[in-house]
């Protein structure tokens, strides 16, 4: 009652929503209490930064302003249009605000506003906060999966925060969870594979990794996106419809939202481009209000991803004009719109017309609120230059970084073992290929680092190899653009070396957004590698030399004939600032692989799709003049040591339905090899007799298993009846009563997994 009574006593001096010792809940509600109409509509809405406004305005045209999905300005608008809605409390977030100083400005500007409610800094800092200068840079989502490390996933995360809030940003529109199972999709690199139950472990992880609580000035608001199923559209494209069964969204594309928002903080989604089975996810009261928020209890608030509002009128022609599609997307549960002023006067209308209530309004507002109450803006809107100098890219996180890229690149293939390559044997070696000696091994979603700080594949093995003698010939950055007489003069030279370096793949810098291969908006019709490279691997190999190929990408590619001719396959995917160092630690040996693929590599586009998981009648009757057998399966990766499985036994053959009985799954693993490793022990299992069409086999449960060379453990899976359950013919969730199959080994592959079998009986 004291507590009150002071609080009541100061509340002259200070509004109450000013009092960081009051409880969220009265501050938010008192500041709800004193906003006008328009201000609230305000909250709700987000603009692109001030500096990024300025650059796209001179350069852009209105035209290519229509299909851009990632520079933006607003024609008609000026600079001190956006800086007056700031003053005024008008605006609610920014994106695209790339330095510390922009955010502040833009703070002080919204502290002269009558409220003075901060604002919220939105950034993609996907893989750290890369799209700003000097921050870590650590491997895409599709690498870190790779390295089924999910410890790593969180510390990423929060090393991340740690340097967003130093650069006065709070919200991150990552992690994406969804299920990647078609490489044509340019975003596959964003995703942590086509793997549900691995996505959500690693979504889940990183999601907790930027928030915690979000209740401290060192965490950061995490983004679950793209809800839902923008990954297997109907012709592999960014946006592009998807037609899918509700038993395919519930047993596919949910439990990764479902995990990440109940495990790793229930705060912000982002919807998906597309619309699902017909219906665009921006006006989808489905998704967002009866299974977010009616059956998971979702408290946060919900976004739109960029001007997909805006693209149910001109795209999926579901609303007449930008008004009505905002009052639908409202009434379908949508609370901050990304981007744009047009939205202001019209929602403002169409609360005045009647069409959308104002307790409508306020249910998103204090949704907003909330979370830059507990983010601690409203008492931290700043941040300085001593602090950011001394938080990103420290010694702390780049180790971090580099041990991620060791951790994430894949060994595909070692004929005959020639790698790790022996210094004292290859005394001269050529390296060459688009990704041999640039800032495009970092991946999508980065900008131009230092180049002190960005270690390229020539970098990195100049570094680790110093008495090497390296013979680099630059076939430049561009694979559509490659010079024959640049792939001739690599060919000459390999004729000199003693081994070949050779690094493919795809180009993915946003500079240059016009010119990439790979990432957002940038899908393929093939998964064959652009331009000259094929040749200039081939003809390099032919020369009879040593060849290795490594292979930088955001996509699993199909390198079929290096697959089948040359010695020596890495996929490295998007390593990140260190990735040229941890690719020369592992070519030399300083490091031993131990990446397994997350997702399936296919040996052509018409193998899409071809995940591990699918139903046994996908492959009833094999294709003529090919085989149905993918490149490399998902779970798959080499080591410089080998690993035995033995001994798979199950503590009961029987359990009771319903019960709380469990079976424990036990296996042995002994290094074989001479070299101390990490093998990635993987558990499947397959429901042999159902009442629908169960997946071959299904992840449930893997370990990350250290051993020293000669050594042996013993490791034990506990299977409780919940990793055993799906829908039912009637859409039931639960364990039906029949046998199951547990099969456990070093990748999805059949031929490299021990199988046992118990039975659930009545």
Not at 97 to 119: D, F, G, H, K, W
Not at 180 to 205: I, K, N, Q
Request: charge should be negative; aromatic fraction near 8%; hydrophobic fraction near 35%.
């Amino acid at each position: 009652m004291v507590t009150i009574s002071m609080m009541m006593q100061g509340s002259e001096r200070k509004p109450l929503y000013k009092n960081p010792q009051a409880p969220i809940e009265q501050r938010v509600e008192d500041l709800l209490g004193r906003m006008t109409l328009e201000e609230k509509v305000g909250q709700m809405n987000q603009l692109v930064g001030i500096e990024h406004f300025k650059q796209n305005s001179a350069t852009m045209s209105t035209d290519e302003l229509a299909t851009n999905t990632a520079n933006a300005f607003y024609p008609g608008t000026t600079v001190k249009d956006m800086e007056d809605w700031t003053r005024k409390g008008l605006v609610s977030s920014f994106l695209h605000v790339l330095t510390m100083e922009e955010a502040n400005y833009l703070q002080r500007l919204n502290m002269q506003s009558r409220l003075q409610i901060p604002l919220l800094i939105g950034i993609d800092a996907i893989h750290g906060n890369a799209k700003c200068k000097d921050n870590t840079v650590y491997p895409t989502n599709i690498g870190l999966a790779s390295s089924f490390d999910v410890d790593m996933a969180y510390t990423i995360a929060r090393q991340t925060a740690l340097e967003m809030r130093a650069m006065n940003m709070h919200w991150t529109f990552n992690p994406n969870v969804e299920v990647a199972r078609d490489g044509r999709w340019g975003r596959c690199g964003e995703t942590f594979g086509e793997d549900p139950y691995l996505v959500s472990l690693m979504g889940a992880a990183t999601n907790k990794g930027y928030q915690r609580n979000l209740d401290n000035t060192e965490d950061v608001l995490g983004c679950v996106k793209h809800f839902v199923a923008g990954s297997q559209s109907i012709n592999g494209t960014n946006g592009a419809p998807a037609d899918l069964s509700e038993r395919t969204l519930r047993e596919v594309f949910f439990p990764p939202f479902k995990a990440a928002l109940q495990q790793g903080g229930d705060w912000n989604v982002m919807m998906a481009h597309n619309e699902l089975n017909g219906i665009p996810c921006h006006i989808n009261h489905w998704l967002m209000t009866d299974v977010l928020r009616k059956e998971w209890g979702f408290k946060g608030f919900v976004v739109s991803d960029w001007m997909d509002i805006e693209h149910c009128v001109d795209q999926h022609r579901t609303n007449i004009n930008h008004k009505d599609a905002f009052k639908q997307s409202i009434l379908a549960g949508m609370d901050m719109h990304m981007h744009g002023p047009e939205w202001l006067d019209a929602v403002v209308e169409l609360v005045k017309e009647g069409q959308i209530s104002e307790s409508r309004i306020d249910e998103s507002v204090r949704r907003i609120l909330t979370v830059k109450f507990r983010l601690g803006l409203f008492e931290h809107p700043y941040s300085d230059a001593k602090t950011r100098d001394r938080v990103i890219n420290n010694p702390e996180h780049k180790q971090t970084a580099l041990e991620a890229a060791r951790n994430s690149i894949v060994l595909l293939k070692n004929e005959g073992n020639l790698l790790p390559l022996d210094m004292k044997k290859y005394k001269r070696i050529l390296v060459t290929g688009i990704n041999a000696n640039d800032q495009n091994i970092m991946g999508d979603w980065s900008e131009l680092q230092p180049k002190d700080k960005v270690s390229t594949v020539l970098k990195g093995l100049r570094q680790i190899a110093p008495q090497t003698d390296f013979c680099f010939v630059d076939q430049g950055w561009d694979p559509r653009n490659m010079s024959q007489s640049k792939v001739d003069e690599a060919v000459e030279a390999a004729k000199d070396c003693d081994l070949n370096i050779v690094c493919c793949g795809e180009y993915m810098m946003r500079f240059r957004w016009n010119d990439r291969t790979s990432g957002e908006d940038t899908d393929r019709d093939n998964l064959n590698l652009v331009g000259l490279q094929e040749q200039l691997i081939q003809r390099i190999n032919e020369t009879g030399k040593p060849t290795i190929v490594v292979i930088i990408s955001g996509r699993p590619l199909s390198v079929l004939y290096a697959a089948e001719n040359v010695p020596a396959l890495i996929n490295a995917w998007e390593p990140g600032q260190f990735g040229g160092q941890a690719i020369a630690e592992i070519i030399f040996g300083k490091v031993n692989p131990s990446a397994k693929l997350a997702m399936t590599m296919p040996r052509s586009v018409g193998q899409i799709a071809t995940y591990y998981n699918h139903k046994k009648s996908a492959f009833f009757h094999p294709v003529v003049c090919g085989t149905s057998k993918p490149l490399y399966p998902f779970g798959f990766g080499l080591s410089y040591t080998t690993f035995a499985y033995s001994n798979l036994s199950l503590d009961k053959k029987t359990l009771k339905s319903g019960s709380n009985e469990t079976v424990n799954a036990t296996i042995t693993i002994q290094n074989t090899g001479k070299k101390d490793g990490v093998e990635i022990c993987q558990l499947y299992i397959n429901d042999v007799v159902a009442s629908v069409a169960r997946p071959v086999k299904e992840l449930k449960d893997f370990r990350r298993v250290a051993l020293k060379a000669g050594e042996k453990k013993t490791i034990t899976f506990e299977i409780p009846q919940e990793k055993l359950a799906f829908y039912d013919k009637d859409m039931k969730y639960g364990v039906e009563p029949g046998v199951f199959e547990v099969q456990v080994g070093s990748s999805s592959d059949d031929g490299d997994l021990k199988k046992a079998s118990f039975e659930v009986i009545e």
